[in-house]
């Protein structure tokens, strides 16, 4: 009998939070992969997302009122800086009210620097699409608010990022990766998977002469297999799509899905 209790204990020892934790304080947090995280990093953490709609553009821009509607949130949680050019503006304006605290999350850590980067700074603001900079971000958070959880939250998010380098190293180690964003070319770098992006930072930047022709003689010349990554909102170009051959993987995703993990969904994709 004793042990229908067992698993009820274990649940409410899931972690051991300090008591502003236990609290009914309201964390505020924009963007909603920023709300994801923190719900991994404080499972039973009361917040509210801030959205102004269109997120998922880099070119977005908060108004006065907006800003000042991130003024009634006394904890805020923000993105890395690298994501949007507002966000030094707001800490800044943030940091002029007292009792006010804003928490900004850390940008893609670059493991590699010695190789070529072919990504916008904004690429490094996406840290949900790279397993390292996620778990560090969660330590972020939960050494912020003093949080130590007895279920690590970065085991599944380690296992994601095991499960994409033993197939970068197997399955797609033939496989070229035509990318409409450049959000994922930090973590392809860090895998050595060989992709193009079609384009950078910027969503709606047409494709230049020269880096079609780059683009065309990568795709004549390749002899494995070809996968296009079509991102939610952001389109093959017209251009590009009469060399989508039959053969090819083209594959619809979404970056901001948020259940189940986007690389996690990605991966899935992939390897059909």
């Given amino acids: 009998m004793k042990n229908k209790y067992l698993l009820p204990v274990l649940l409410g020892l899931l972690f051991i939070s300090n008591i502003f934790a236990q ?23 009361k917040f509210e997302e801030i959205r102004f709609g269109r997120m998922s553009d880099h070119s977005f ?26 966000i030094p503006k707001l800490v800044k304006t ?20 010695d190789i070529k980067h072919n990504h916008g700074e904004e690429a490094l603001g996406h840290f949900w699409l790279d397993p390292e900079s996620e778990c560090e971000n969660i330590n972020l958070i939960q050494q912020q608010f003093n949080i130590e959880m007895i ?48 384009k950078g930072s910027g969503h709606h930047e047409p494709i230049t002469p ?20 079509e991102e939610k909102g952001i389109k093959v170009p017209a251009s590009m799509k009469k060399y989508i051959k039959k053969s090819d993987l083209l594959i ?9 993990h986007p690389l996690e969904t990605l991966l899935e994709e992939v390897k059909k």
């Fill in 94 to 113: 943030r940091e002029s009210q007292k009792g006010l605290r804003t928490i900004v999350l850390n940008s893609i850590i670059d493991t590699k620097m």
């Fill in 61 to 86: 821009q908060m108004t006065a009122a907006q800003m000042k509607k991130t003024f009634k949130a006394k904890i805020l949680i923000i993105p890395p800086a690298k994501l949007f050019n507002w």
């Fill in 210 to 229: 020269s880096q079609m022709k780059r683009i065309i003689r990568k795709i004549k010349s390749h002899k494995g297999k070809i996968i296009w990554i």
């Fill in 252 to 260: 619809k995703w979404d970056p901001e899905v948020i259940v189940p």
């Fill in 151 to 198: 279920v690590n939250p970065c085991n599944e998010i380690n296992q994601i990022d095991k499960d994409w380098k033993k197939a970068a190293k197997k399955d797609l180690i033939d496989s070229l990766f035509l990318i409409t964003h450049d959000a994922l070319t930090p973590f392809f770098e860090k895998l050595s998977i060989q992709h193009l992006a079609l």
């Fill in 23 to 45: 609290k009914s304080n309201l964390i505020h947090c924009i963007h909603p992969q920023v709300c994801r995280l923190l719900l991994s990093s404080i499972p039973d953490v």
